[in-house]
């Protein structure tokens, strides 16, 4: 499989979900089961009251810690947020940005999106930008309309370089928790046009250096087949990273694709 020099990433999103107890657990079992860091990279996001712990169990592991948000404003008069430097504090690496649930509980726009993902390179994190659409969208054909938008919205005034920094996932949002993956060659016609659009956008070489996440029902058994898709270079994983032998077959079946 050729990746074009893009190290494919898996990342779990593990939402609101584990205590610290759990977390600590769960992370100390995947530190165990998960060797091969060298083809793929690993990431591990809890909420943030678990972070700094399960940072401590990361230490001398290849596997990365991230957050699922983070607000702005650097410090200040903002009760109840969480700022990029604090999570590089935390030993946060990642962020998650946009995912559906903050676009959907928590009025999260391309404008919020932009700032966030601005505030998170600023703080030397590793943005996770997520865009995907309703079922109602794909069923009215707008698929790749209201993908160019969030594409369009949340990079305003980026540069190639901040791009480049970056990690994009495409998150249908019919498929995110409903056990309904999209098939790889649904994924993989979203990714073309993704990859397309930033090519559009920063040119070719951006485009290309990008890595892009599938998002949506990822499971050990349907992994293997999205990423044998040539712009599919990993996933971003809900459900199915709660489990540490389930998420550590996910990452065993992505790094069988890398090594083919
Ligand atoms: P899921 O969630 O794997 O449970 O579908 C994916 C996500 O929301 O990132």
Same mark, same amino acid.
């Given at each position: 499989m050729e990746f074009m020099n893009r190290k494919p990433i898996i990342a779990g999103n593990w939402k609101l979900n584990k205590t610290i107890k759990e977390a600590i657990e769960l992370v100390t079992l995947l530190k165990r089961l998960i060797q091969d860091t060298q083809?793929?990279?690993?990431?591990v996001c809890p909420v943030y009251t678990a972070l700094s712990d399960v940072s401590e169990v990361l230490i001398e592991?290849?596997?990365?810690l991230g957050a699922?948000?983070?607000?702005?404003? *650097?410090? !200040?008069?903002?009760?109840? *947020? @969480?700022?990029?430097s604090l999570l590089k504090d935390a030993g946060a690496s990642y962020v998650i940005i946009g995912h559906s649930e903050r676009r959907q509980f928590f009025h999260e726009t391309h404008e919020t999106v932009n700032k966030k993902t601005k505030a998170a390179l600023k703080a030397g994190l590793i943005p996770i930008v997520c865009v995907g659409e309703l079922l109602k969208e794909r069923e009215a054909g707008q698929t790749f309309e209201v993908i160019q938008r969030q594409l369009e919205g949340a990079f305003v005034n980026f540069s190639k370089e901040e791009i480049q920094a970056l990690v994009l996932a495409y998150e249908p949002v019919w498929a995110i928790g409903t056990g309904k993956v999209a098939t790889p060659q649904q994924a993989q016609e979203v990714h073309a046009f993704i990859r397309k659009e930033i090519a559009k956008m920063f040119g070719a070489e951006t485009a290309t250096s990008l890595r892009i996440q599938y998002g949506g029902s990822v499971k050990a058994d349907n992994i293997a087949?999205?990423?044998?898709?040539?712009?599919?270079?990993?996933?971003?994983? !809900? !459900?199915?990273?709660?489990?540490?032998?389930?998420?550590?077959?996910?990452?065993?079946?992505? @790094?069988? @694709?890398t090594v083919k």
């Open positions: 083809s793929v990279d690993v990431v592991s290849e596997i990365k699922q948000d983070l607000y702005w404003e *650097e410090k !200040g008069a903002f009760t109840g *947020e @969480v700022s990029g087949d999205l990423m044998r898709e040539a712009d599919i270079d990993g996933a971003l994983v !809900g !459900g199915a990273s709660l489990d540490a032998n389930g998420f550590a077959d996910i990452v065993r079946n992505a @790094v069988s @694709v």
